[in-house]
Every structure is written in structure tokens, then in C-alpha cells.
């Protein structure tokens, strides 16, 4: 074969590393035809232009990037990159130690092909990728953080600590959105409401608990202040839009991505809900939401029939990735708290959306390029702008429950399946974010309350209904953990539509459209 060893060596250096998959039965397939002797050279001119174009196929194939029929359903949101936010992705496919490895190899195959029949070390090599598939490699251990909620989970976990196979994992998921069809959270008005107090959603993109690990930020003030925190929550998306929708309609159990796009009862909604209980609908947004059409999926899709705040008088925080102002997040909050002080409704549910966080950002005057750099003062600010909202709201005597609900992660650390920035497969890194929620003027401990089952957004909304049922701002003062005994758990399933990622045990596992069932390699 060659040059051609070079791409098999290449591939199955990629493959060891855990960077790609390997199809054996196609790959051999492919090295019969470039082996088979062709004596006319015509024939192998024609041979290698069939080959060129079937080798890109063919490493698209057993790579970990998302089907084509996803790239071009994107590709219209390609545009409205600019040229150095582009150039800055690009950037993150290099690895440096890959590089280095593949130059060795290439030294060595230079080398050796003197001496060597290299192509029969290659072909040995692909046979040996099934032995290598069928080790038994012990399970990574649980965090005991889930460990106490497996117990209660909607996906059970297997009897052995070996990989699970297909039929267990495509039986798992079909029982687990076939449960949650059933399920549904009912917000019921209590005979004597109390003391009104607002319910406030923050809904953030691009923060995860992996998120703010990787920039040392997992123990900001913040967090403590909280009078609960999830810390095994699922927010089931690694995309703003179906994140949202799936907040908006989180009354009822998790659908498909599929199923985000189709009807659903009235009562799934969650501000509807929550008007019907007396609470007065209200939107906000540090962006104008036109990219990806947000601002359909929320309104249309995630029933807000509301108009959001006018926020063109608020000061410029930061430039997206397509150049647009985002507005400063306290600025813009600020503005709401004011006017709602001076509304007389006595009970409003604020959804609040923020961009602050996303990759691309840059400050205005600065080049694009190295969001990723900047992130950790993004979310300095960001936490403690949140900190600033309760400190404003306590001023004001006012009663109010807090909920800072991220969309998704911003992948900041990325894997070996792909790269930092991208969220094509929404895994745990992405997909399992930091929840908080804070009584303003309420009956607070003083330390949070964690919730360290599985959850998702039917145990907020559960949480949100408690407080509605038996106000927390009675007397005598609830106890907390009343208010979150009762709350459903959700096995982590995340899911974008071509990629669905699963927790099975103590593993994830992940299915792309048109491929079999694989352990997610993080």
C-alpha cells in the first residue's frame, strides 16, 4: 500500500488514543481494494481517485464528528461567525502531542519501509482493534454525589461493571422516555397564599459544574449562599434553544429533542403554570436573541407570549461572536427590578436569559479570539452580578425565590471526542450544571441544602410548586429539607437529536444517528 500505510497509521494511532473510532470490517475493506495488483496504470490512476474521496469518507466515518445531515442543518449558523472567531476554533483541532506523535510515526515508517513489509504490521494492527475493543477495563468508581440517587433513578444500574451492551442501553432509553411521558408537576394555589413573593428564573448559557472546575471557580461565594444547590442536574441540552424550551416546558417529564418541536398540553408550561397560581409572566434578555432564532423558542415554542424588556438603554458588557451587543447582566436586571417595584402585581415570574458566558465573546475594542482566556472573569462577574441581584432585592424588603438554572456548559475543557467550544455530543461536562436557589428575605440557614440525586427540571418545578403550596415565607418558618423531600429524580439523559448521551451505572454511553451504541471516552 505504500503511502497509503501512512493513513492507516495515522488512524490507528487517532484510535488508540481514544480520539476516534475504528470501523475494522470497512477499514479492512478498503485496504483489500488498495492492495489488489492492477498491472494497467490507468487502472490504479482511476483507483486512487475513487480512493482520495473514500478515505475522507471513511475517516469522517470513524471519526467522533456529528453526521453530515447535522452539518448541513448548521451550516446557515456558520455564517454569522466571524472570520476570527473561525480562526479561533480552527486552532483548537490542534493538538500538539498528536502532532508530535504522528511525526515520529512518520519518521519511523520512513525508516522501516526499507527494511519492512509495513503494510503487514498495519493490517496485523486492524486486527488487533477487536481484541482491544473486547477488554474488560474496570468501571471508572461513582461519585458518591450519585451514588444515593442511582437507587430512585428512572435507568437502573446493571448487574455486572462490565460495558453494557446495545440492547440493554437501547431498552434503558426507551423505558426512560416512556416513563417520563407520565410524568407532570401541577401547580396548586393554596387556600391562604401568605406573604406574596416572585419567583425569578436566571436561565445562564455555557456554565457547568466541569466549567467552573477547570477555571477554579467551583467554590465561588456565591454557591454558599444558596439556600439550595442541585449538584447532580441535568439539563438534558448542549444548545440554547432546545435548553430553553425544555426549561419553558418544565411541568411535564423529558421529550426527545425531537419531541421539543412538536405540541404539548397547555399545562407542560411552566410560566402558564404559574400565571394560573397568580403569578404575572415577565421576560428579559442581555441579548437581542436573533441568532438561531432564540427568540422563537422561547416565545413560540416556550408559550412566553410576552414582550422583553426594551434594553437598548443599558450599557454594552460585551461583543458575541457575530459581533452583536450583549448587555451588561446587573444593568439589565437592575432595570427590571425597578420597574417591578414599581408595579403594583403582587406576584411575578421573571424568566431571564443571559449569553454572557458564550464562546466567542470579547470585550468591545479588543480582538476577537480567546474567549476561552477570558472566561474566568466573565464568570467572576457573572456570580457576582447574581450577587448583587439578592443584595438588591434583599434592600427592598421584598420576598422572592431565586432560581439560577444554566442552559448547558460551555465545554470548556473539551476531550478527546471533541474539541473545547464544541457541543455537538452533550455529555456530562456539558449537560450536568450548577442549580441554585436563593429565598430572598426568607427563612435561610446560612448554609445550602445539596441535592445529590439525579434531577432535572421536574424537580425544580416540583421545588417551585412546594413553595407555592406551603409559602416558605410563613410563620412558623418551614424547614427546608420539607420542601425537598419529595422531589422526583431523572437519570442523566441528554440528547441534540443525532447524538443522545445516557448514564448507565456508573458509565456513559453514547449514540450517534446510524451507528451502534459507544462508551463516552472523556
Known amino acids: ?35 489488489f495488483p492492477l498491472k494497467r496504470r490507468s487502472l490504479r490512476i482511476a483507483r486512487l481517485m475513487l480512493a482520495l474521496p473514500l478515505a475522507v469518507a471513511l475517516f469522517y466515518h470513524d471519526s467522533w464528528f456529528p453526521p453530515p445531515s447535522r452539518l448541513l442543518s448548521q451550516a446557515s449558523y456558520l ?48 486486527l488487533a482493534v477487536p481484541l482491544w475493543e473486547l477488554r474488560l477495563a474496570p468501571a471508572a468508581p461513582m461519585p458518591a454525589t450519585m451514588a444515593a440517587g442511582l437507587a430512585g433513578s428512572q435507568i437502573a444500574a446493571p448487574a455486572s461493571q462490565g460495558p453494557a451492551s ?37 436561565h445562564v448559557c455555557s456554565l457547568s459544574w466541569d466549567d467552573l472546575a477547570f477555571v477554579g471557580s467551583d467554590h465561588h461565594p456565591l454557591l454558599n449562599k ?32 425531537t419531541g421539543l418541536y412538536g405540541a404539548i398540553a397547555q399545562p407542560c408550561f411552566l410560566f402558564h403554570g404559574l400565571e394560573q397560581v397568580g403569578f404575572q409572566t415577565q421576560y428579559a434578555m442581555n441579548h437581542d436573541g436573533h441568532f438561531g432564532d432564540f427568540i422563537s423558542d422561547v416565545q413560540q415554542r416556550g408559550e412566553m407570549q410576552v414582550p422583553p424588556l426594551a434594553i437598548n438603554d443599558t450599557p454594552v458588557y460585551l461583543k458575541a461572536f457575530d459581533d452583536t451587543p450583549i448587555r451588561d447582566d446587573y444593568a439589565v436586571l437592575e432595570k427590571w427590578w425597578k420597574a417591578r417595584l414599581a408595579s403594583p402585581v403582587q406576584r411575578v415570574g421573571l424568566y431571564y436569559n443571559t449569553i454572557s458566558l458564550h464562546d466567542g465573546n470579547h470585550y468591545p475594542g479588543s480582538a476577537p479570539g480567546g474567549s476561552v482566556k ?26 422572592a425565590a431565586v432560581v439560577m438554572i444554566p442552559e448547558h456548559g460551555a465545554a470548556l475543557r473539551g476531550d478527546k471526542m471533541q ?45 417551585l410548586a412546594n413553595f407555592i403550596a406551603r409559602n416558605p415565607y410563613g410563620s412558623p418558618a418551614p424547614h427546608l429539607a420539607d420542601y425537598v423531600a419529595d422531589l422526583p429524580t431523572t437519570e442523566f439523559v441528554a440528547d441534540n437529536g443525532d447524538i443522545v448521551v445516557q ?20
Open 166 to 202: 446495545s440492547v440493554e442501553l437501547d431498552r434503558s432509553l426507551s423505558s426512560f422516555f416512556s416513563a417520563e411521558q407520565g410524568r407532570s408537576v401541577v401547580f396548586t394555589a393554596p387556600v391562604d397564599a401568605g406573604e406574596p413573593f416572585d419567583i425569578i428564573v436566571l
Open 1 to 35: 500500500m505504500t503511502y497509503w500505510n501512512l493513513y492507516f497509521i495515522a488512524k490507528l494511532i487517532l484510535y488508540f488514543g481514544g480520539f476516534i473510532g475504528f470501523h475494522v470490517i470497512d477499514n479492512l475493506l478498503f485496504a483489500a481494494v488498495l492492495l
Open 79 to 126: 455564517q454569522g461567525f466571524s472570520p476570527a472567531y473561525m480562526l479561533e476554533l480552527a486552532g483548537r483541532f490542534i493538538n500538539v502531542r498528536v502532532v508530535q506523535t504522528l511525526g515520529v510515526a512518520l519518521v519511523l515508517w520512513w525508516l522501516a519501509r526499507r527494511w519492512l513489509r509495513v503494510s503487514s504490521f498495519v493490517l496485523l494492527a486492524m
Open 503 to 522: 448514564r448507565f451505572g456508573s458509565r456513559y454511553y453514547l449514540h450517534s444517528k446510524g451507528e451502534d451504541w459507544a462508551e463516552y471516552v472523556q
Open 419 to 463: 474539541i473545547s467550544g464544541l457541543r455537538e455530543i452533550p455529555g456530562p461536562r456539558i449537560s450536568l450544571v450548577p442549580v441554585g436557589v436563593k429565598l430572598v428575605n426568607g427563612p435561610g440557614s446560612g448554609q445550602p441544602l445539596y441535592v445529590d440525586k439525579p434531577t432535572s427540571y421536574l424537580a425544580m418545578t416540583k421545588l
Open 374 to 399: 477570558i472566561y474566568k472573569p466573565r464568570v467572576e462577574k457573572l456570580l457576582g452580578d447574581v450577587d448583587r441581584l439578592l443584595q438588591l432585592i434583599a434592600a427592598s424588603g421584598r420576598k
Open 226 to 257: 444558596f439556600d439550595v444547590v442541585f449538584r447532580n442536574f441535568s439539563s438534558g441540552a448542549s444548545y440554547s434553544g432546545p435548553a430553553a424550551i425544555r426549561l419553558l416546558r418544565a411541568s411535564c417529564g423529558q421529550r426527545t429533542h
